[in-house]
């Protein structure tokens, strides 16, 4: 007998079957241990059902998302499983905010940000300012 999983907010729940998801550190050392964040990527095969290409422009399909680790499709996401297996996404890892030359990362900001108890949720998203 199966049962449900259990909601737990926050999460995108556990990865379904065929998908194996796996995260990376920024020097593609395979992340074991949980709630450590690092890069989502998917251990190829891709299961059904999952776009192999771009419209018309396989060849940057292959340098954006499969040239990264050999082996694994790149999601352009970031985030980080916690003790019972569920997956958090917390960031695109291309979404950032330029001040004064610096790079920052919305989805640590939010990460900080979500830190503190009394914060359900939150996000951080980059307004121009001349």
């Known amino acids: ?25 920024h020097l593609n050392k395979r992340i074991e241990q949980p709630n ?7 251990k190829l095969p891709l299961p059904p059902g999952f776009s192999l290409s771009l419209w018309r422009d396989d060849n940057l399909f292959v340098e954006k998302y499969m040239s990264e680790i050999e082996g694994y ?20 890892t291309d979404d950032v905010i ?7 990362s919305t989805g640590r900001l939010e990460e900080v940000v979500c830190a503190n108890k009394k914060v ?6 980059g307004v121009l300012d001349a």
């Not at 450590?36 to 998917?42: A, D, E, L, P, V």
């Open 36 to 42: 450590q964040t690092g890069k989502i990527m998917i």
């Open 98 to 104: 330029n001040v004064a030359a610096h790079r920052i």
């Open 73 to 92: 499709y790149h999601t352009g996401d970031a985030g980080f499983f916690d003790e019972h297996g569920n997956l958090s996404v917390m960031e695109r």
């Open 1 to 25: 007998m199966t049962h449900p999983l259990k909601v737990v907010p926050g999460t995108t729940s556990r990865p379904c079957p065929g998908w194996d998801v796996q995260l990376f550190d």
């Open 120 to 125: 359900a949720e939150c996000a951080v998203v």
